[in-house]
Nanobody, 122 residues
Framework: QVQLVESGGGLVQAGGSLRLSCAAS????????MAWFRQVPGKERKFVAG????????YYADSVKGRFTISRDNAKNVVYLQMNSLKPEDTAVYLC???????????????WGQGTQVTVSS
């Protein structure tokens, strides 16, 4: 019921910044909690950041806390991930996801975007 499309990935040097966007379709967007996950080849998806449906609460993996900021604009049906002070270990495919429950577990999410590649060079 919700379609998600990520954009904004690219190649940056360590210490640089990127802003990822997740454009969502549907009238039910405001009912969903949203999150960003990341995945590298051969490994499982890892939770990066989450935000509640109203945007009043945010959650971050320890590895990105203080560097990344998740936000949403429900009027525009967009979720953002501002990524600052990027490190080579941040290199991954970043995926936007939607869920009806507050969770940092990938299997709890019902809708996923196609992903956008972020590559950080040293």
């Amino acid at each position: 019921q919700v379609q998600l499309v990520e954009s904004g990935g690219g190649l940056v040097q360590a210490g640089g910044s990127l802003r990822l966007s997740c454009a969502a379709s549907g009238r039910t967007f405001r009912s969903y909690h949203m999150a960003w996950f990341r995945q590298v080849p051969g490994k499982e998806r890892k939770f990066v950041a989450g935000i509640t449906s109203s945007g009043t609460s945010t959650y971050y993996a320890d590895s990105v806390k203080g560097r990344f900021t998740i936000s949403r604009d429900n009027a525009k049906n967009v979720v953002y991930l501002q990524m600052n002070s990027l490190k080579p270990e941040d290199t991954a495919v970043y995926l936007c996801a939607a869920t009806g429950v507050i969770s940092a577990i990938d299997r709890d999410y019902n809708y996923w975007g196609q992903g956008t590649q972020v590559t950080v060079s040293s």
